[in-house]
């Protein structure tokens, strides 16, 4: 099925360091949400966005829905060792509102 | 309660097995989903239901049959799987529309012999 583009793939970074991953489509999408995901456990929202332009903050972390409606990025600052996961973009378009389709993925390693 | 909670958390199952994943969510949510993981890939949708009534399909072999008996409950009755099936199957609700974005039980973890 239809992915989002995400990148990067992976990050390897020191503990303290500021992150930035992004999602990018050739269509439009109407809500951008960001989740992050354990070993062994199911998604979690971390941030849900649904205006074009919107940036958002929940703690250390900020995502922006893009102005063209095709991207997305969320940035983590100050890194500590428990934002070890894979972090998921994930968005629904105009045209199947039930279809969450998400981006392949960035695994992000926080060396303490 | 803001969870949705999924059983069993592992299941080894044989090819000739039939099984049953369960979903329970209690907070009001009219629209279940039922998500296929394989490891180190994204989530897949396989079926949607709003309103308890089948929505989406995402043409999934019927040896996967979904089940809404009510509001609350989503089951996956699963019938001579192959090992190629084998991943982490999730559940997740929301109000109607996902715009509101989802939330996700910690999933099935299902190994076919």
């Known amino acids: 099925g239809q992915q989002l583009n995400q990148s990067p793939q992976s990050m390897f970074i020191q503990e303290g360091e500021d992150v930035s991953m992004n999602c990018t489509s050739s269509?439009?999408?109407?809500?951008w949400l960001w989740y992050k995901q354990d070993p062994g456990e199911g998604p979690v929202l971390l941030i849900a966005l649904y205006k074009a332009g919107e940036l958002t903050s929940n703690g250390r972390l900020t995502a922006q829905f893009g102005i063209t409606r095709k991207d997305s990025f969320l940035n983590i600052s100050a890194s500590i060792p428990s934002d070890v996961g894979i972090y998921f973009c994930?968005?629904?378009?105009?045209?199947?509102?039930?279809?969450?389709?998400f981006g392949s993925g960035t695994r992000l390693l926080v060396r303490p | 309660d803001t969870e949705v909670t999924q059983t069993p958390k592992h299941l080894v199952m044989g090819m000739t097995n039939k099984k049953s994943l369960k979903c329970e969510q209690h907070m009001g949510h009219r629209a279940m989903y039922w998500y296929k993981q394989k490891a180190k890939k994204p989530p897949e949708l396989m079926f949607v239901y709003s309103y308890e009534k089948l929505s989406i399909n995402e043409s999934v072999p019927s040896r996967f049959s979904p089940e809404c008996p009510n509001s609350s409950l989503l089951n996956l009755h699963l019938h001579a799987l192959q090992p190629e099936d084998s991943a982490l199957y999730l559940c997740a609700s929301s109000q109607v529309g996902t715009e509101y974005g989802y939330t996700f039980g910690s999933g099935t973890r299902l190994t076919v012999v």
């Open positions: 269509s439009i999408f109407n809500t």
């Open positions: 994930a968005g629904t378009r105009m045209d199947s509102s039930y279809k969450l389709i």
